[in-house]
């Protein structure tokens, strides 16, 4: 009977060993599935037209055309800066012969581009700040003629120091609408850009 005890003991489960071990929390968790991958993200980019640059660009032609009368004095003191606009001189010449040729052109864009609902929204926004830059310049001309500043002393300096201002203005104004036209981007023209937006649909 000596040996039943030990018998007794030999069958017990072991106290180290347990019948139902836990395994480790890393090797019972279940990895995560598979993430499918995603489709890529498609660019919804897309270039202005040619067309549509072209008839921006051809826009701020008009207002140019309307305001080259500022640069007059700066082309009498430095006749270098009237070089960059000989190539335009034969299509300004054709553009003052025909009569009315600023009225009939400023309604001309206005009603069959700005008021043109087939036209894209870049072709009648840029067209309106042509529009828009082009009244602009009549302002001044307006000013001067009831106010008559004379044509000597302290009116005249007043005259030229307005002109060169203008023409300058109106020169950057047309580089940048140009240029932007050119690459398909919007210009936004100081003083223009805001009057010409709350007019566009």
């Known amino acids: ?3 039943l ?3 007794r003991l030999s069958v017990l489960p072991h106290p180290l060993k347990p019948r139902h071990p836990k ?3 890393l090797l019972s968790h279940r990895p995560p599935p598979l993430k499918t991958p995603s489709p890529p993200i498609s660019s919804s980019y897309s270039p202005t037209p040619a067309t549509d640059r072209l008839i921006s660009a051809a826009s701020f032609f008009f207002p140019l055309f309307n305001g080259l009368q500022y640069g007059r004095f ?3 003191q430095y006749p270098i800066l009237a070089a960059p606009f000989k190539p335009i001189i034969p299509l300004l010449s054709l553009y003052h012969s025909v009569p009315y040729a600023s009225f009939v052109s400023f309604f001309a864009l206005y009603i069959g581009i700005v008021r043109n609902p087939s036209l894209s929204r870049y072709i009648r926004f840029n067209a309106l700040q042509a529009l828009v830059l082009d009244v ?3 302002v001044p001309m307006l000013i001067q003629r009831i106010l008559s500043p004379g044509q000597t002393g302290l009116g005249l300096k007043l005259t030229i120091w307005g002109y060169n201002a203008l023409f300058v203005f109106l020169v950057a104004c047309f580089a940048y609408g140009l240029g932007c036209s050119v690459l398909g981007k919007t210009p ?3 003083f223009v850009a805001a009057a010409a937006g ?3 649909d």
């Open 5 to 7: 005890p030990i018998l």
């Open 198 to 200: 709350r007019q566009i």
């Open 188 to 190: 936004h023209l100081p």
């Open 136 to 138: 602009l310049l009549v």
């Open 74 to 76: 700066l082309f009498s």
């Open 1 to 3: 009977m000596a040996g």
């Open 23 to 25: 395994l480790h929390p």
